[in-house]
């Protein structure tokens, strides 16, 4: 008679394991360890392209918005083709005007378990560099599944991104005295805050404000940061053909409709200016010093056609004169070094000060 539930019922019916020396059979081998690799794809859009080892293949899906960490988050997940085994490793330039046309990288391998199997459901536990823990693949329709993580991520402090108003400087005649305090342009822009998650960016003015679509080139800084989530607060501005700031054309921008929007970030694209980090990869920063922000926002090198990263004195304002006086701009900001951020407040800890100290 063929086995049928249990794989070592006949093995065990036709023996009596008092009287024999041989063995029951208790031995469970161990779950297959086999093979994943995420590639982060920068094609035509960016996405991550999960593939697991299964039957001498890799399945594959892209998720646009990559390997979700909180079990809230429910991912879209599609399928794509069987890639050669030989493609966990990988990476490279993929030549334009061919398939997936663009730069992938490796972002995270290493193995998995198999729990289950099925033709519309996979459960899997990683074991990455990166990506850890089980999780859930399963159909919904066409091409299209979605994931998400069933169990609680492994770092319990992790911290969603938090909900602010920017913090507001006060309007001051001279610089202040004293050693602690830093310097920055007083870009005088469009206060924005941009969150970043997943490669994808979403930008907020003062009043909390979707202006997400008013700044269409702003959209690609998202990309550049990858799978880096971060919460950034900077000035949109305008620079003019003259070189200088160009306020009328920004306060256009703010006024155009979407279609509007797009076809002026052509003809007088901005530049966000970011000046601060208060989240980053699910860690607040919001009471770490300013100079700690700043250290960690720089080093997150923001800079690109619609973003930058500006020049920041860490003592001695002196140094921005040339760019306060290049941009027609009116002063410095000044922010005292170990101030934290104190979201929606006015705070004499940052200060706008104009140029009469030259
Ligand atoms: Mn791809």
Do not use: C
Not at 5 to 16: M, N, S
């Amino acid at each position: 008679m063929a086995e049928t539930r249990e794989p070592l019922a006949t093995y065990r019916t036709k023996r009596d394991f008092g009287a024999s020396p041989e063995p029951l059979g208790r031995e469970r081998r161990a779950p297959e360890s086999l093979r994943f690799v995420v590639q982060e794809h920068h094609a035509r859009s960016l996405h991550w392209d999960l593939r697991l080892e299964h039957e001498g293949v890799l399945a594959s899906w892209a998720i646009p918005k990559g390997i979700p960490v909180d079990p809230e988050q429910r991912r879209l997940a599609v399928h794509t083709e069987d890639h050669p085994l030989e493609y966990l490793d990988f990476h490279g330039d993929i030549p334009a005007g061919n398939y997936g046309a663009g730069t992938m990288t490796i972002w995270d391998s290493g193995t998995f378990e198999l729990e289950k199997w099925r033709d519309d459901e996979v459960i899997v536990t990683f074991s990455g560099g990166r990506v850890r823990g089980k999780y859930v693949l399963f159909h919904t329709r066409g091409d299209n599944w979605m994931i998400h993580r069933m169990d609680p991520p492994e770092d319990p402090d992790r911290e969603p991104p938090p909900h602010v108003r920017p913090m507001l400087a006060t309007a001051a005649r001279a610089r202040p005295r004293g050693e602690s305090w830093a310097y920055e342009v007083w870009w005088n822009g469009e206060r924005t805050l941009a969150l970043v998650e997943g490669g994808r960016v979403t930008l907020t003015d003062s009043e909390g404000t979707d202006v997400t679509e008013t700044y269409p080139e702003v959209r690609e800084l998202g990309s550049s940061l990858g799978a880096t989530a971060a919460l950034l607060d900077g000035d949109i501005v305008v620079v003019g053909g003259n070189g200088r700031i160009d306020r009328d054309e920004l306060d256009a921008r703010r006024r155009a409709t979407a279609a509007a929007a797009r076809r002026r970030s052509r003809d007088a694209p901005v530049v966000y200016m970011v000046f601060d980090l208060l989240w980053l990869d699910g860690r607040s920063l919001l009471d770490l010093p300013y100079t700690e922000r700043r250290q960690e926002l720089v080093e997150l090198g923001l800079s690109g056609p619609a973003w930058q990263t500006p020049p920041h004195e860490p003592q001695e304002p002196r140094g921005l004169s040339d760019v306060v006086a290049r941009y027609g701009l009116r002063g410095v900001v000044a922010k005292r070094g170990t101030s934290t951020y104190r979201p929606g407040r006015q705070s004499a800890e940052w200060r706008t000060v104009p140029m009469r100290w030259r």
